[in-house]
C-alpha cells in the first residue's frame, strides 16, 4: 500500500491505514461477528486495536480512516475498574503468536521476559484464521506498510549499550527522531529507549533509527538518523574484551 498523503489537502475522503486507534470505530455488525469479533481471552484493554486491524487486513478489505468525521468521547473522571498487572503483555503475547507468524520472533527479541505461554491457550484464534483464509505476516509487511524499516531477525547482538565505568546505558532520552542526541542514563533493564540493535551492516539500531556520528571531527557528537546503509559514519566496531 503507498503512503497516502493526499488527506491533508482533501480531508473528506477516506484513506487507508495500517491500524487503528481501537477505540472509535464503525462497522457492519454482521461483519464485526463473521470476521472474529474481539478475542474473548484479551484481559481487559490493550492490543485489541493491533489485533483487529492485522486482522482486517490479512483476511478482509482493511481499513480506511475519514478526517472529517468527528465522534464524541466522554471520559469518566476516573475507570471504575484496574487492569491486573502484566494484561498488556498478556495482550501482545497472544497478537503476535497469532498474527505474527516468524515475526513474532522479532517481537519477543525487543521483549525478552516475555514468553509464549503467558498469553495462554490461542487455538480458537488460529482456527478462526485458517476458517477465514487469512494471508500471510509477511504479506501485510510487503503490501501494507512496505516503508516500515524491520531490524534485523538475527543481528550481532541486541540489548542495553553499558558504559562500564560509570554503570549508566546509552539512552535515546525520548528524543526518538531523526537528529535526536541520545546520552547516557542510569540503566534500567526495560528496554524502551536502551534497548539498541547491532545489525548485521554494524550499525546501532533503535525504531528504524541509527546511530550517526555528526561529523569526523574530534569534538563530534552521536545523534539519532535515518539508516542509509552505507556504513560510514553509521558503522561502529564491537571489540569484544
Known sequence: MKTEFFYDKCFHYYFRSPTMAGGLFAMDRRYFFESGAYDRKLIYWGGENVEMSFRLWMCGDGIEIIPCSRVGHVFRERAPYKSPDGSTDHNSIRVAEVWMDEFKEIFYSFRANLKPEMGGDVTE???????????????YLQNIIPEL???????YGRGDIKNLGTNSCLDTLAQNNAGGRPGLYPCHKMGTNQFFIFTK??????????????????TAKVKMWSCHKQAGNQEWIHQRI
Open 125 to 139: 484464534r488460529k482456527k478462526l484464521r485458517d476458517k477465514l483464509q487469512c494471508k500471510s505476516f509477511k504479506w
Open 149 to 155: 524499516e524491520l531490524p534485523d531477525k538475527y543481528p
Open 201 to 218: 551492516r554494524k550499525e546501532i539500531w533503535h525504531d528504524g533509527l541509527c546511530v550517526d556520528l555528526d561529523s569526523h571531527a574530534d
